[in-house]
């Protein structure tokens, strides 16, 4: 594994990372703790380090089997992210509340969740730019990091959010910016990096695989069954993908390099990016997306 520094944190994560919005039972299945363990294992036995959840991937769901995982193992050496902001009441069922006792509440759940006295990096959820503009939000964050809760804070910039957060992130006292970045999606290039360069920010990117099309197994995509997340999203887009994704598969990916591999590594071939972070729906993909560090530089 190879590890980069994640913003001026001062944390060391693997370039390649754990997403588990999977584990909140979103994406078509819901997943047993044994299998929680056995990908969270090999991700171990691979380096990685860095697993990031949220409070809305089922009720503190995603946490809650992370946090059983993280009792029975070596908690100091995984870096936990998680984020705040949404209240989860069902499939594709989200509400916002961003009010200072709320997300307070929704951190001692999330601690309670993942068993553990500290989250390393708390991230506002995909929020509008006027509930971030709140500098009383903030004040309550950093008193939690005085509090010994919350090591460092962070913004997980929504799909179609504007570079203003980016902006004032560090005014903000957020020191990383997770952003959607993969070969298909490049507008964080000209909205978030700029920032980021700017101030010295972290940046995590999500969906580096483009919802799996980067892996280049949706070659006669029709659309995704109810039970999936994705079933919600843009389903035109994904059709246009699909010849995209032939595309770069002809002029880009070398013979013999395993398509997925190739599109992580894509990603950080940028210095900004600290790390991808992919979900894994069992071992094999976790092993697959581990091993994409063989492309990687440096």
């Not at 957020?174 to 920032?195: M, W």
């Not at 039970?227 to 699909?242: E, G, L």
């Amino acid at each position: 594994m190879k590890y980069r520094k994640l913003g001026k944190t001062g944390l060391e994560v693997s370039v390649i990372g754990v997403g588990t919005w999977q584990f909140g039972g979103e994406w078509g299945r819901a997943y047993r703790q044994d299998e929680v363990d056995a990908i969270l294992d090999r991700a171990a036995e691979h380096g990685i380090n860095l697993i990031d959840t949220a409070e809305c991937y089922g009720d503190h769901v995603s946490e809650a089997l992370i946090g059983d995982y993280l009792s029975r193992r070596d908690r100091s050496r995984w870096i936990v992210a998680t984020k705040f902001g949404h209240h989860f009441h069902g499939f594709m069922d989200r509400t916002w509340d961003s009010s200072l006792t709320g997300v307070e509440a929704q951190l001692e759940k999330s601690l309670r969740a993942l068993r553990t006295d500290v989250v390393d990096l708390y991230q506002f959820h995909s929020g509008s730019d006027e509930d971030f503009q709140r500098p009383e939000l903030w004040t309550m964050l950093q008193r939690q990091k005085a509090l010994g809760k919350v090591r460092h804070l962070g913004i997980s910039i929504a799909s179609k959010g504007g570079p203003l957060q980016a902006e004032q992130a560090q005014r903000a006292g957020a020191e990383v910016l997770q952003v959607v970045y993969n070969r298909l999606e490049r507008r964080a290039e000209r909205d978030f990096f700029p920032s980021a360069r700017e101030h010295g920010l972290g940046i995590l990117a999500r969906v580096p695989l483009a919802s799996g099309f980067l892996s280049g197994k949706y070659v006669n995509f029709k659309s995704f069954p109810a039970n999936d997340a994705r079933s919600t999203f843009d389903q035109d887009k994904f059709q246009r993908w699909v010849s995209e994704v032939e595309e770069i598969r002809k002029m880009e990916v070398p013979a013999g390099v395993a398509m997925s591999q190739w599109a992580l590594a894509w990603c950080l071939k940028n210095p900004l990016v600290s790390a991808v972070i992919p979900g894994s729906r069992d071992v094999g993909q976790l092993e697959a997306n581990a091993d994409a560090v063989k492309l990687v530089e440096g």
